[in-house]
């Protein structure tokens, strides 16, 4: 397989090690350099495939330092390829800096296909899966979290997170708070021994985590049923333009000019207002 210097975006195993495609297991074969998150734990299926790999460290707490020497490779004629201890690379791991820095510095990404742990679950989850958004890990602390969680609260959206075991009982009880009945999906362990998949609405499910603590182990996907849509409610974006041509005009006017910038009923946005200023002057 001939190697123009690049770097190789190079997806690995999410737990079953045979869930490598062939492409990847030849680009790591033939290229110069594996950045990996964590060698110690990429050296495992590396040695499992047979492959003597001249391994670099590449995280959190180094990625931008190592991100010019590594360029600097590429640039040279080597080739560099870019995995993370599982899944795709950047998907919730280190290796945005590093591409970022390649595309300003002209140096070819070619991104491979593979095994994504979000896109797995969401494709099992039993969730509507024609429109969704992916978030990551929630903040670690109880207050943004929940701010998080709250501004999330109108997304029509599936949403998906991924999720430490220690937090994830905490997380769904927040959401049961917050969201009420929704429905949500707990995805553990994919594609190892124990998957599994849990699908309640969100106080069921925190009765469910809550009542055995080994249904809060290992690798976690969480993914919860979006917002049914309001048919009447105003888009934030209308709100924000009423509230803008308020400030200079009288409410009637503002009303029928941002009815017409968005094709909305003026109606609609002047009993608005109204009720606004009748909330506020309440409040004063």
Partial sequence: MQSPPSLYIVPTPIGNLADITQRAIEVLAMVDVVAAEDTRHSSVLLNHLQIKANLLALHD?????????????????????LISDAGTPLISDPGYHLVTRCREAGVRVIPLPGACA???????????????????????????????????????????????????????????????????????????????????????????????????????????????????????????????????LPLKRAAALTAEIHGVKKNA??????EQASVYSEGT
């Fill in 61 to 81: 707490h180094n990625e931008q330092q190592r991100a010019d020497a590594l360029i600097a490779r590429v640039q040279q004629g080597q080739s560099v390829a």
């Fill in 269 to 274: 946005l002047y009993k608005l207002g109204l």
């Fill in 118 to 248: 979000a896109i797995t679950a969401l494709s099992a989850s039993g969730l509507p899966t024609d429109r969704f958004t992916f978030e990551g890990f929630l903040p670690a602390k109880e207050k943004a979290r929940d701010d998080r969680l709250t501004e999330l609260q109108d997304e029509t959206r599936t949403l998906i997170f991924y999720e430490s075991p220690r937090r994830l009982l905490e997380t769904v009880q927040a959401l049961a708070r917050l969201y009420g009945e929704r429905q949500i999906v707990v995805a553990r362990e994919l594609t190892k021994t124990f998957e599994s998949f849990q699908s309640l609405p969100a106080p069921a499910m925190a009765e469910w985590l809550a009542a055995d603590s080994n249904r809060c182990r290992g690798e976690i996907v969480l993914m919860i049923a979006g917002a049914k849509p309001d048919p009447d409610a105003i888009p934030s974006e209308v709100l924000c333009t009423l509230a803008l041509l308020q400030k200079e």
